[in-house]
């Protein structure tokens, strides 16, 4: 029998094109919040490309031309930099004050972490968020700081009661006095410190199944879910 001819492998062009229009996406949602996005770029772009194609030449006499695609690549460099800083801003503005951004912003922290969002809350749409980290226990409420005092004490003494040993925060989300702001909130948590090892991590997770077993199963109150942040920052990297 003759042997099967090999086809080659196909081109997949609809990879490429999805990322396109994940980045136009992006665009267009941060030109909403940041009109000049497109002057501001196309600035910073003939900029660096100007300063490192003036630089490389006196660095590299004769060799115009390696200067110049050198030149255009710190450029292209320097517009998804300043591009996806400018965009996170833009996500973080269009968010901020509404239910569950707290929850939105905390999806950006890497592996090592474990997000619950919307663990308790009250029919006044407060809302307490558990992370669970290298600092031990973060409990963060979003809502009215003072509602939250007795949210976030209730749920402090039930964590006790299951991981005694195991070091819990308190975070409030929010533009009062005492808050976090949402757009400094995962830096914040990130700050706490090292105080639990992976090993002690997944003990602690385990424990804490058993505290949400118990809980009844009411649905989390009705409102606008942000977008994920961590979804948006992953596309401006082209994953």
Known sequence: MAKKEKQPKKAKPEKKEGRLKQMALVYSMTKKS??????ILGGIFLGAAAVAFVLLTLVLPGSWVLSLVTAVMIGVLAVLIVFGRRAQKAQYKQIEGRPGAAAAALGQLRSGWKVEPGIAFNKNQDLVHRVVGPPGIVLV??????????????????????ASETPIFEVVSGDGAGAVPVPKLTRHVTKLGRNIKPAEMTDVLQRLKALDATRSNIPIP????????KGARQNMRGR
């Open 141 to 162: 409420g979003e809502g009215s700081p003072q509602r939250l005092k007795t949210l976030l004490a209730s749920e402090r003494r039930k964590h006790e009661r299951v």
């Open 34 to 39: 940041d009109p000049r996005i497109g002057l």
């Open 222 to 229: 009705k409102g606008p879910i942000p977008t994920n942040l």
